[in-house]
């Protein structure tokens, strides 16, 4: 390296092509480890160039081109490692997504026919997958029919389309209980019987999450352990 860059002793350069190819070796271990991709390979060749010129301009030293070919040349290896490694990362992590939302999905669907039946009172849902073979790129079609209905499609369920999007939420929150969340008039379509459900219901979660209920429904109210009135100083303003 020294006969085509003479004024920049050897090792300066070893040295900095050692630091660049450990410094992004560790980025890969840490991508890798976090289980997360980072496109940080993506037209790694020019980022390097750019990061090879900018320095040594700053220390006050020039770089020939043949140089820069030869310290490419050096490093392109590396980087060839890591994009490969990367596709494979890639294709573990979907392979991952895909058993995960699979599994996921099946035990949601089982929560989501039995709290359809019990606040309902009888009759039969389903979530379907549009497309099995690509789960992640499929859509969801909700299938319901409440006791003693025929239904052909969800708006001719009225009122009671909330209530079965109630349901779908209750059946998420059982497989993934999140520790605070905030509803906020999400019982408005309701009508007063199943206001009273849908609340009642709720204190199957309190264990291990808490709720924050913005209602005007008075059943939902008295399922409360805690009031906060709000008073309305005008018209649409709260």
Same mark, same amino acid.
């Given at each position: ?9 050897? @090792?300066?350069?070893? *040295? ?7 410094? !992004? ?15 940080? =390979? @993506? ?5 390097? @160039? !750019?990061?090879?010129? =900018? ?33 494979? *990362?890639?294709?573990?992590? @979907?392979?991952?997504?895909? !058993? ?18 019990? *606040? ?6 389903? *979530? ?67 206001? !009273? ?42």
């Amino acid at each position: 390296l020294a006969e085509y860059m003479p004024q920049v002793p050897d @090792t300066t350069l070893f *040295l900095f092509v050692e630091e660049e190819v450990d410094k !992004r070796s560790k980025m890969y271990k840490a991508v890798k480890n976090a289980g997360k991709i980072v496109e940080f =390979a @993506t037209q790694t060749e020019e980022l390097i @160039t !750019r990061w090879v010129l =900018a320095r040594l301009k700053k220390e006050g030293k020039n770089i020939t081109g043949s140089v820069m070919q030869l310290f490419l040349s050096k490093t392109g290896s590396d980087m060839g490692n890591i994009d490969r490694e990367l596709e494979k *990362l890639i294709e573990s992590l @979907t392979e991952d997504m895909c !058993r995960i939302f699979a599994e996921s999905f099946v035990r949601i669907n089982d929560n989501f026919k039995a709290i359809f039946k019990e *606040l309902f009172g009888g009759g039969h849902a389903e *979530l379907i997958l549009t497309d099995p073979e690509h789960v992640l790129e499929s859509g969801i079609e909700i299938s319901v029919a409440p006791p003693g209905k025929v239904i052909k499609n969800l708006i001719s369920l009225s009122g009671e389309q909330s209530f079965v999007a109630i349901c779908i939420y209750f059946a998420i929150l059982k497989l993934r209980p999140a520790p605070f969340c905030i509803l906020d008039e999400i019982d408005a379509a309701l009508d007063e019987a199943n206001v !009273r459900k849908y609340a009642q219901y709720l204190h199957r979660f309190t264990e291990h999450t808490q709720f924050v209920l913005v209602t005007h429904r008075r059943s939902a109210m008295e399922e409360a352990n805690v009031l906060y009135g709000v008073t309305m100083q005008a018209d649409g303003v709260s």
